[in-house]
């Protein structure tokens, strides 16, 4: 599976951006896809994640109410879209994909991930 990552840029306090996913390869062996980020100087740290069978999704509490992923069947792609965005949003943003060994209480954790992209960089200036 190969994810590519894309979508990031500046952005004003208080905008929005639109993030992309999209998977291609396997992508029969997904059982989720998650996003990611890492701030300069912190631990990487999930976001969301959608179920690649009924696009349930999960959240990080951190996230809840201004983050929302979702997904295009159609493309393999899957969206995190970001409002009312923070400096501290700043970081580098990954898309991680799964294939779901090891059990669902596992979905927020980077180590549940089996295929990382490239990351995107998301500056938020105050």
């Known amino acids: 599976v190969q994810l590519q990552a894309s979508g990031g840029g500046l952005v004003q306090a208080g905008g929005s951006l639109r993030l992309s996913c999209a998977a291609s390869?396997?992508?029969?062996?997904?059982?989720?896809v998650g996003w990611f980020r890492r701030a300069p100087g912190k631990d990487r740290e999930f976001l969301a994640g959608?179920?690649?069978?009924?696009?349930?999704?999960y959240y990080a509490d951190s996230v809840k109410g201004r983050f929302t992923i979702s997904r295009d069947n159609a493309k393999n792609t899957v969206y995190l879209q970001m409002n009312s965005l923070k400096p501290e949003d700043t970081a580098v943003y990954y898309c991680?994909?799964?294939?779901?060994?090891?059990?669902?209480?596992?979905?927020?954790?980077?180590?549940?991930?089996?295929?990382w992209g490239q990351g995107t960089q998301v500056t938020v200036s105050s």
């Open positions: 991680a994909a799964t294939r779901g060994y090891g059990g669902t209480d596992y979905r927020f954790q980077s180590g549940y991930y089996d295929f």
């Open positions: 959608i179920w690649w069978s009924d696009s349930s999704s």
């Open positions: 390869g396997r992508t029969f062996s997904i059982a989720a």
